[in-house]
């Protein structure tokens, strides 16, 4: 006779703290970090456009496509880091949405602001 498996919310929560991606582990703090990206572009969303490092914002894309596919790839499978950077690079391209259209429709200032940045 098989042992009966527990279930409900209790062994379900027990067992994910102590998974090799809960709490108790690094896995589980550095992508709730990470979420300080999503949140400080989310903020940024809402000032001007002129203000949007392009450079930066496309490293930021960079980064957070890597880390999509280095949280796919690993075992095991961390979807929470998955899910912060797939949200950050939202947010970034979202950002970098912005700054084109703005410097589309200002060519002067766009190039005034890029080459006081260099």
């Not at 990206?37 to 496509?65: H, R, W």
Request: glycine share 6%; with cysteine; hydrophobic share 45%.
């Amino acid at each position: 006779m098989a042992a009966k498996k527990a279930t409900g919310l209790l062994p379900a929560l027990k067992a994910f703290i102590n998974s090799p991606t809960g709490p108790k582990t690094t896995h589980f703090w550095g992508p709730v970090a990470n979420w300080g990206f999503v949140l400080a572009g989310l903020s940024d969303s809402q000032k001007s456009p002129e203000v949007i490092s392009p450079n930066m914002t496309g490293v930021m894309c960079i980064y957070s496509a890597l880390f999509m596919r280095f949280a796919w790839a690993i075992s095991p499978r961390n979807y929470l880091l998955f899910a912060c950077h797939a949200a950050n690079e939202a947010v970034q391209l979202n950002q970098l949405r912005r700054w084109y259209e703005w410097s589309s429709a200002h060519p002067k200032e766009a190039a005034a602001v890029q080459g006081a940045a260099t």
